[in-house]
């Protein structure tokens, strides 16, 4: 088979590999479409340590099930299927507790972080165990599918605290995570700010159901985005996809007095914020990793058209171009932000 490899950071080679065999309980899958995670971005030139070469990235995809291993019940040949990110081991105690994106075991399809190399779906193959499979409901196409990873993991977020009908929520970054977290807020029925500090991204959040958008560059954007709630008070909760000190302290700073803050973006490892502000106000932290199984409620808004991808996506591009395309993201180019991997001829 044909599959995107990465020997060396920053270059990906599009060569012949071996094919996956299915094992027992494994199903093999001809991927048709994968979308680039910004992660893969990151592991692209080799500053996150975990997509150490030789590798085959990838893990936001789907396709149709071309083989079966030995014991395979639920799934034949031809189905149509999706599959989680998150291969674990179903035995530990955070498994047994559905806590499966806590697995003390668990690994992620296309990342070689030293301890583990778990091929991904750059590929026009992959074997993934029978229990990660997911099917696809007829209406949605194998390029949303390639999307339904990256709504997990926001729909996760959106479930750490109880976010009901009525509330008015922020989401600060509206990236690929923050628009798919602020569609499914706006799914629950609550009221959607968007912060960023990129006018297009703002404007792709109003087309996708902010009520109002507020750019964190400007000097008073804390006291615009309070502005914006009930006599001024603050936020009911606020959900930060980013993951700086800016960000943040902006997102304590939003909420009500009993407000919640819920945290999904990491890009600083360590940062600073005002905890004597926390505990006098009695502001709630939730952390949100990945995702648990929530691909059923996610295809479901897909299929509903509770949530949109279509527009989310920049770029759909065949495998064999993807260095050069890998490279164009990398160095932020052609105002690209989500990159679709198609991996087959018939797209459907």
């Known amino acids: 088979m044909k599959a995107l490899v990465m020997h060396e950071y920053q270059h990906l080679t599009y060569e012949e590999v071996p094919t996956p065999q299915p094992g027992a309980g494994e199903v093999q899958i001809r991927i048709?479409?994968?979308s680039v995670c910004g992660s893969d971005v990151h592991g692209f030139d080799g500053s996150t340590g975990?997509?150490?070469p030789p590798v085959i990235m990838g893990h936001e995809a789907s396709g149709?099930?071309?083989a079966v291993g030995e014991g395979v019940k639920d799934y034949r040949v031809g189905d149509r299927v999706t599959f989680d990110s998150t291969v674990y081991c179903g035995k530990c105690e955070m498994c047994r507790e559905g806590k499966v994106n806590l697995c003390s075991s668990r690994q992620?399809?296309?990342v070689s972080?030293?301890?583990y190399n778990r091929a991904g779906a750059f590929a026009e193959y992959l074997t993934v165990p029978e229990y990660i499979l997911y099917r696809l409901p007829d209406n949605v196409t194998y390029v949303q599918a390639a999307m339904i990873e990256p709504l997990s993991i926001a729909y996760h977020a959106?479930?750490?605290?109880?976010?009901a009908a009525g509330d008015?929520?922020?989401v600060i970054g509206v990236g690929t995570i923050g628009l798919l977290t602020m569609q499914v807020v706006k799914s629950f029925g609550a009221r959607v700010i968007a912060v960023d500090i990129d006018d297009k991204r703002l404007e792709l959040a109003k087309q996708n159901g902010a009520s109002d958008v507020v750019n964190s560059t400007e000097p008073d954007a804390l006291a615009q985005l309070r502005a914006l709630t009930r006599r001024g008070e603050g936020v009911d909760v606020a959900i930060d996809a980013v993951g700086i000190d800016a960000s943040v302290n902006l997102c304590i700073r939003a909420v009500r007095l009993d407000g919640r803050v819920v945290l999904i973006g990491n890009l600083a490892q360590d940062i600073h914020f005002p905890l004597q502000y926390v505990v006098t106000r009695q502001i709630s932290l939730f952390g949100s990793c990945a995702s648990a199984g929530e691909y059923p409620q996610c295809l479901a808004l897909i299929a509903s058209g509770d949530v949109e991808v279509d527009s989310m996506i920049s770029k759909k591009v065949p495998l064999a171009e993807g260095d050069l395309w890998m490279n164009k993201i990398y160095r932020r180019e052609d105002g690209l932000a989500k990159l679709v991997f198609l991996c087959d001829e018939d797209q459907a």
């Open 64 to 66: 149709v099930i071309s």
């Open 113 to 115: 972080c030293g301890d």
């Open 32 to 34: 048709k479409a994968c």
């Open 168 to 170: 008015t929520v922020v």
């Open 108 to 110: 992620v399809l296309g």
């Open 50 to 52: 975990r997509r150490q």
């Open 158 to 163: 959106a479930t750490r605290t109880p976010i």
